[in-house]
């Protein structure tokens, strides 16, 4: 053990630093999946989603202070920020048009518990065409 070991981290440090990360998101142009801490596996198909909402509230740095709220018509996600996985779906995310990226911004800056709109469906066909056919993941 040398004069600096204790610099170096863990593997079981790193993960128990972060528990969101072990919550896993993945994404490509038809769904998003998800799994939970315990397991649970949720899927969404990129066509149904209606909205996307991050929430934010005033429990970090101990709590999960950010949360993704993916809306559908029959399920909503929600994704803690962190999640292993969050970047690659925030970059397919920020491909859909009209993703409002001020909204991200604040979301981001936030310590109190609002809700951010990032993203709404609208009924434009050109929209809904953009959307099913994938956004380049």
Same mark, same amino acid.
């Given at each position: 053990m040398g004069i600096f070991s204790f610099f170096k981290k863990k593997k079981n440090d790193i993960e128990n630093f972060s528990p969101e990360s072990k919550w896993l998101v993945?994404?490509?142009e038809i769904e998003i999946r998800t799994v939970d801490y315990d397991g649970l =596996?949720? *899927?969404l198909q990129i066509s149904d989603i209606s909205q996307i909402i991050i929430e934010t509230n005033d429990t970090g740095p101990w709590g999960t202070?950010?949360?993704?709220?993916?809306?559908?018509?029959q399920i909503i996600l929600s994704i803690p920020?962190?999640?292993t996985g =969050?970047? *690659?779906?925030?970059e397919s995310f920020q491909k859909f048009p009209e993703?409002?990226?001020?909204?991200?911004i604040k979301a981001m800056s936030s310590t109190d518990n609002p809700e951010f709109l990032c993203w709404k469906m609208n009924n434009d066909c050109l929209t809904k065409a953009i959307i099913n056919k994938g956004f380049g993941t």
């Open positions: 993945e994404i490509n =596996e949720t *899927k202070g950010v949360w993704w709220r993916i809306l559908g018509e920020g962190g999640a =969050e970047s *690659k779906m925030l993703f409002n990226n001020e909204e991200l």
